[in-house]
């Protein structure tokens, strides 16, 4: 079969040389889905970013609306699309069409409240401090919102379309130009929607799509001059690459995460039990923020564990090309090789499961509950991501909190029990961002701010946020 050929927009130019482009393959099957023209050396990238900072001195000039009514094009676009953008995101991530078609309407939705909130923002501009604020003498601070321009975009593999535009969005209805690199597995989906981007008004160069594996083009994108803010998502180990080469540049990290599910002895443990399983083997637990590990009283330890395993068996596993299924094929060979290096790591240092390690079809690794769980074990630190959930369990909510606080990442963290002000008392004492009670740690809804600490990431997001990290404050001072 002849894999479909996928036109890219670089800046002004929509490229159709598919004689130097990458292959795209799929994880449910390993066939070729796509070929795109592809970025091939340094030279390519400087002139790309040098075109989009061209391009920057005009955009940044546009009218508020024009950008807006630009946006909203783009949002019927993915309205007249959902089809074939939910298959494609169906076939290069092997991610359900159910859930494919929800990361549609969030990203619909995420587009334009972010256009409300940036123009929220920029009506009450300019913010003035002066002697009615402060008391200031013979001054008046006018404060503006400006632009930062060129900003690179770096997306991951599991919200194709949904973490791409959270970045594409602010920054574009802020009047920067952008440069984006979707996920090599996400190239076909970010390579069309780079021309939905196009047919929606971005014609003069504001948008470049790079195709081309991170391990080779990203260095050359990271380091060059004309970039004005990098905002990514993805692992850590390119977030500390990222800081490494270019340690002064504006930068929204999202990272890592190993969020745990903190169960006290009075928790509701049939609901905390669905609710933990929702939230670990959603898309397969490669989400940054998917359950990672369940802390639980010892005291109700082995009630929760036959719960889980009860909640488990209603997980429905198949292929994503078949059905709406709650386990799917995994992204790729080396994920399914790192979890059941973990799996059997654990189970060789004491860790119990009730489950049969199965692998269908090589690529779908069918969910596994690993309970007494302890410190020796790798997957008591190291984030899986993926249908792999480790429980440990603890004798005190002091020593719960510290396992909690003794790992290297700092995203969410989500406490289940009848006791909420005892919860609210313990999510003060978690070194995360964000702590959910008797619900399980999730991004959404998109409005709330979204971080992480220590090696989850830097800066925050967010819907306002996201647009703060993407201007600047410009301050303009009369004198008397
Ligand atoms: P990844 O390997 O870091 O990839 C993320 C993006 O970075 C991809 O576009 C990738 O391109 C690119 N990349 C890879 N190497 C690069 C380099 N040297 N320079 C510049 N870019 C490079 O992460 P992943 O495997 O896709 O995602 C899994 C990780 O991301 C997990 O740790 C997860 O927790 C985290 N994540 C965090 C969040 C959050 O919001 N906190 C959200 C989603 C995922 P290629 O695909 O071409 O390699
Ligand atoms: O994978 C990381 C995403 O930011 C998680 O988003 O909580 O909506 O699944 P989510």
């Known amino acids: 079969m002849q894999p479909k050929l996928f036109k890219v927009l670089v800046g002004k130019e929509i490229r159709d040389d598919f004689n130097d482009s990458i292959q795209i393959f799929s994880p449910i099957n390993n066939q070729i889905i796509g070929s795109i023209p592809r970025v091939k050396n340094k030279y390519q990238i400087d002139k790309i970013c040098h075109e989009a900072k061209e391009a920057f001195a005009i955009y940044k000039n546009t009218s508020f609306e024009s950008r807006k009514n630009k946006l909203l094009n783009f949002c019927e676009l993915l309205n007249k699309n959902w089809d074939e953008i939910s298959n494609l995101i169906v076939q290069e991530i092997a991610k359900s069409k159910r859930d494919a078609i929800k990361e549609i309407e969030r990203t619909i939705d995420y587009i334009k409240l972010t256009i409300d909130e940036y123009e929220k923002m920029i009506n009450k501009q300019p913010m003035i401090i002066d002697s009615n604020v402060h008391n200031i003498k013979g001054k008046t601070g006018k404060f503006y919102y400006e632009p930062l321009g060129v900003v690179l975009a770096i997306s991951p593999f599991n919200y194709p379309l949904n973490l791409l535009m959270t970045k594409l969005a602010p920054a574009l209805i802020s009047g920067n130009v952008v440069v984006y690199k979707p996920a090599t597995q996400g190239s076909c989906l970010g390579a069309f929607i780079s021309l939905l981007l196009y047919e929606s008004g971005f014609k003069n160069g504001e948008v470049s799509c790079v195709i081309g594996k991170g391990s080779e083009v990203g260095d050359w994108l990271i380091e060059n001059s004309d970039i004005n803010m990098i905002t990514f998502t993805g692992s850590t180990s390119v977030g500390k690459r990222i800081s490494q080469l270019n340690p002064l540049i504006p930068v929204s ?6 969020d745990a599910a903190i169960v006290l002895k009075d928790a509701d443990i049939a609901k905390t039990a669905a609710n933990i399983v929702k939230g670990a083997f959603l898309y397969n637990g490669q989400r940054c923020t998917g359950i990672k590990r369940v802390l639980v009283d010892d005291k109700v330890a082995y009630k929760l564990v036959d719960a889980i395993n009860y909640e488990i068996n209603k997980l429905t596993v198949g292929s994503a090309s078949e059905g709406n299924f709650d386990v799917t094929e995994m992204i790729s060979a080396n994920s399914i090789k790192y979890n059941l290096h973990l799996l059997l790591d654990a189970l060789q240092k004491g860790a119990l499961t ?19 769980v302890n410190s020796n074990c790798k997957i008591y630190y190291e984030e899986q991501f993926g249908p792999v959930l480790p429980i440990i369990s603890f004798k005190s909510i002091e020593s719960a909190i510290e396992i909690n606080n003794e790992s290297e990442y700092g995203l969410q963290a989500s406490i289940y029990t009848e006791d909420i002000e005892l919860a609210n008392k313990i999510a003060k004492s978690l070194d995360v961002v964000t702590v959910n009670i008797n619900q399980s740690p999730s991004r959404g809804p998109d409005i709330f701010p979204f971080g992480g600490i220590k ?12 647009i703060i990290s993407m201007n600047r404050i410009k301050g303009v001072i009369e004198n008397d």
């Not at 990290?253 to 190993?258: F, M, Q």
């Not at 692998?359 to 309970?371: E, G, K």
């Open 253 to 258: 990290l999202e990272l890592g995460g190993k």
């Open 354 to 372: 009730d489950q049969n390690i199965r692998l269908i079809n090589n690529n779908i690794l069918a969910p596994i509950v690993l309970y007494n």
């Open 455 to 466: 090696n989850s990431g830097k800066g925050m997001q967010g819907i306002k946020e996201a």
